[in-house]
């Protein structure tokens, strides 16, 4: 089955404690994106990346990292979370020009 | 501005009645339009392309009128299983990246 997988699917952290949440895709895509959605202000882009190796900047990219060492995965990287990365993330992948599929999402709490 | 902008909702109509979403987008050379769909705290999903003609899913119809930016859903014979939060969605001129709206809430009551 063509999925988008993501882990943990729920996580309470708290402040300063290094975090990764995984993500991964079965589709052999090139394009794969990291974004947050937050209550009234949407889908906002975090970082992209267009192939291995091959990574860059969304709309709020500070305080995460990225990586695409293979092109199946896309791990996000949150160094030191604060409290204001309290967010429901989604990772999504896709083929130029072709439809974005997204992961369940990520809940994450830190406090 | 931003890109993508919406009506601001949330709608809330009775079983069987038609709805319609607007949207506008800013980028001029935007090539790519999508309605998705996000039920409470989901994924994301696609509902339907949006071409330049013009084009229909069942109850679902899509418009696109370049010349004004605007982009429009039309839901005809509203169902309860269509409550959601709908999207308007512009891909952006490099191909790859997705420009969203905040979204639009329907709930379509008994």
């Known amino acids: 089955e063509a999925q988008v997988t993501q882990n943990p699917r729920y996580l309470i952290t708290v402040t300063g404690k290094k975090l990764t949440v995984t993500c991964s895709q079965n589709m052999n895509h090139e394009y794969m994106s990291w974004y947050r959605q937050d209550p009234g202000l949407g889908l906002r882009q975090i970082y992209y990346?267009?192939?291995?190796?091959?990574?860059d900047k969304g709309d709020v990219p500070e305080g995460y990292k990225v990586s695409r060492k293979e092109k199946r995965n896309f791990p996000l990287i949150l160094e030191s979370p604060s409290p204001n990365q309290t967010s429901l993330y989604f990772c999504a992948s896709s083929v130029r020009g072709e439809t974005q599929y997204f992961g369940p999402g990520t809940r994450l709490l830190v406090l | 501005r931003k890109e993508v902008e919406q009506d601001p909702g949330p709608f809330n109509v009775p079983e069987g009645a038609t709805v319609a979403f607007n949207c506008t987008y800013s980028?001029?050379?935007?090539?790519?339009f999508f309605w998705y769909r996000q039920d409470c705290r989901k994924e994301p999903k696609l509902l339907m392309s949006v071409y330049s003609s013009g084009n229909e899913d069942g109850r679902f119809t899509a418009q696109l009128n370049r010349a004004s930016q605007y982009i429009s859903l039309l839901i005809r014979d509203s169902k309860l299983s269509d409550s959601a939060t709908y999207l308007c969605?512009?891909?952006?001129?490099?191909?790859?990246?997705?420009?969203f709206g905040k979204g639009t809430s329907l709930l379509v009551t008994p």
């Open positions: 969605v512009v891909r952006a001129p490099s191909g790859y990246a997705l420009n």
């Open positions: 990346s267009m192939n291995v190796e091959v990574t």
């Open positions: 980028n001029s050379a935007s090539q790519s």
